[in-house]
C-alpha cells in the first residue's frame, strides 16, 4: 500500500507542476501575442516583444510556440480582444496585491478578482490604493556559473543599473524603469539569455506574517495564479523568523 500511496503522490506532484507550467506557457503566449500585436512583429525593434520572447526562452519554451504566437498576432483578432488591467486589493492580515490581467471581459475579471479577495478576508482596492506601498523597477538575473561579480557589475553599472546583488547561485540586478532596455540589451550583448528579464513591482515595506497567517495568504495566491486572465502577481509580505 505505502508503494502505490507514494507512487499516486509523485503522479499528483507531477500533474500539479504540469499544470502550472502550462499555465505559465499560456501567459507567455498570451503577453508575446499582444505585444506583437501592438508593437509589431520585429523582436529587434519591440522593446516589449523582445522582453516577453526572453522570458519564453527562460522557461524553455520551444521556439516553435513563440515563432507561432508572433505569427498569431498577425492573423488573429484574439490579441485585440484583450484588455490590460491592473487590479489593487488587500488579502488577509491587510497584505496588499497588485494583480495584472489580460481579460476580454473586464467586468467579470474584476467581479471574480473581488470575491476572490473577499473570501480570503480582504477587499479591492481602488486605482492607487496599493502601489503606492511598491517601487516599479527593472530586474534582470542571470545565473553564476562562468560569470564573474566584477564583469556583471562593471557592465550593469555602466549601462544604467543602481545596484548588482550577488546570491548564491545568480545575480540580480536592478535599474529603473526608463533604463530596463538599456541595461538589459547590454548584459545580454555580454553574458547571453537572463535567467529573467522583467519589469516588477518591489514592496518598500513588507508586511511580516507569522507562519500561522502564512497558509491563508499562499491558498489567496494559488487561486489567484490559477485564475486564467491573471498574468503577474506581486504582493508585499514577508514571512517573520
Known amino acids: 500500500m505505502s508503494g502505490h500511496s507514494k507512487f499516486k503522490t509523485i503522479m499528483h506532484r507531477k500533474g500539479a507542476q504540469d499544470a502550472k507550467r502550462s499555465r505559465v506557457f499560456a501567459r507567455l503566449v498570451r503577453e508575446i501575442t499582444v505585444a506583437a500585436k501592438l508593437g509589431g512583429g520585429d523582436v529587434d525593434h519591440n522593446p516589449r516583444l523582445r522582453a516577453a520572447v526572453i522570458a519564453a526562452r527562460a522557461e524553455s519554451m520551444p521556439k516553435d510556440n513563440i515563432d507561432k504566437a508572433i505569427k498569431k498576432a498577425e492573423s488573429s483578432l484574439d490579441a485585440d480582444k484583450l484588455e490590460e488591467i491592473r487590479y489593487e486589493g488587500f488579502g488577509p492580515k491587510g497584505v496588499a496585491f497588485i494583480i495584472e490581467c489580460f481579460s476580454d471581459n473586464k467586468n467579470k475579471t474584476a467581479a471574480d478578482i473581488r470575491s476572490f479577495l473577499r473570501k480570503s478576508g480582504g477587499d479591492l482596492g481602488t486605482p492607487g490604493s496599493v502601489t503606492y506601498l511598491f517601487d516599479r523597477v527593472g530586474i534582470i538575473k542571470f545565473n553564476k556559473e562562468n560569470i564573474n561579480f566584477d564583469d556583471i557589475f562593471e557592465?550593469?553599472?555602466?549601462?544604467?543599473?543602481?545596484?548588482?546583488?550577488?546570491?548564491d547561485d545568480e545575480y540580480e540586478v536592478k535599474c529603473e524603469v526608463e533604463r530596463f532596455t538599456t541595461v538589459r540589451d547590454a548584459l545580454m550583448e555580454k553574458f547571453g539569455d537572463p535567467k529573467f528579464a522583467g519589469l516588477v513591482w518591489l514592496p518598500k515595506s513588507p508586511v511580516m506574517v507569522s507562519a500561522a497567517d502564512l497558509e491563508s495568504i499562499e491558498?489567496?495566491?494559488?487561486?489567484?495564479?490559477?485564475?486564467?486572465a491573471v498574468q503577474n502577481l506581486f504582493s508585499n509580505y514577508d514571512t517573520e523568523e
Open 155 to 167: 557592465v550593469a553599472v555602466n549601462a544604467g543599473a543602481d545596484e548588482v546583488e550577488d546570491y
Open 219 to 228: 491558498k489567496l495566491e494559488d487561486i489567484l495564479d490559477e485564475y486564467e
